[in-house]
């Protein structure tokens, strides 16, 4: 059976591994994902209703819980561990502050089809078995996480095509920036500015496959 995974880097980038992966014990019963919309409300003085502007989407977010059993009946444990041991190990990985990234991980939660990208915001540990020593055998763990992608990849998920709002192009074989620029702005003049957004020396001939950013600009 497939568990749930969680792993943590140093970088936004989700490419320098801080730890080993860590698979839960026991796979949560459910998952729940959140996605909101930020706008701003420009009310006209005297009026009752607003005009909802679009501002920015919210980070998603991942919540769910899942069980740390050390009492010998879940597959994969042992009678002489303990949940506390546990999760100090998951505090190691997700929580604790990363000297080499001056924060605490990035976290990817890999379960089946999902992959999840963020940094843990909330987790809530109840203990709920213990032996006759005192030692903790069981715990519950509520778990939740606020998405984060570094600004490149942001950037490819959410470009639009609307001339107000920043879109990615994938230049094309038979594509110029002057073509481009009078396809999005109406403007073929606006080259100079985009070729500088994109730190361009040479724009006349633009390899294929080159991922260009438009950014919001006006005719001249």
């Known amino acids: 059976m497939e568990l749930l995974r969680m792993l943590s880097y140093t970088d936004g980038k989700y490419t320098q591994k801080n730890a080993d992966a860590i698979s839960i014990p026991v796979n949560p019963e459910s998952l729940t994902f959140e996605k909101g919309i930020t706008y701003a409300e420009d009310k006209q003085l005297g009026t009752t209703n ?12 991942l919540s769910f819980s899942f069980l740390v059993d050390c009492t010998g009946v879940v597959e994969g444990s042992k009678e002489e561990e303990n949940a506390h041991t546990r999760i100090e190990e998951l505090e190691k990985s997700l929580y604790n502050y990363n000297n080499e990234a001056h924060r605490p991980s990035y976290i990817v939660i890999a379960y089946g089809e999902l992959l999840f990208k963020g940094q843990l915001t909330s987790m809530k540990v109840a203990y709920t078995l213990f032996n006759n020593a005192g030692i903790p055998l069981r715990a519950k763990v509520d778990i939740a996480f606020s998405g984060f992608r570094g600004s490149e990849e942001d950037k490819k998920k959410f470009f639009k095509n609307s001339p107000d709002i920043s879109r990615m192009i994938v230049v094309k074989e038979s594509d110029t920036l002057a073509a481009l620029c009078h396809r999005i702005y109406g403007d073929s003049l606006l080259v100079d500015q985009v070729a500088q957004f994109n730190n361009l020396n040479e724009y006349r001939h633009i390899p294929p496959g080159t991922e260009l950013l438009f950014p919001p600009l006006k005719k001249n």
């Open 50 to 61: 607003s005009n909802n502007v679009f501002e920015c989407y919210r980070p998603e977010k």
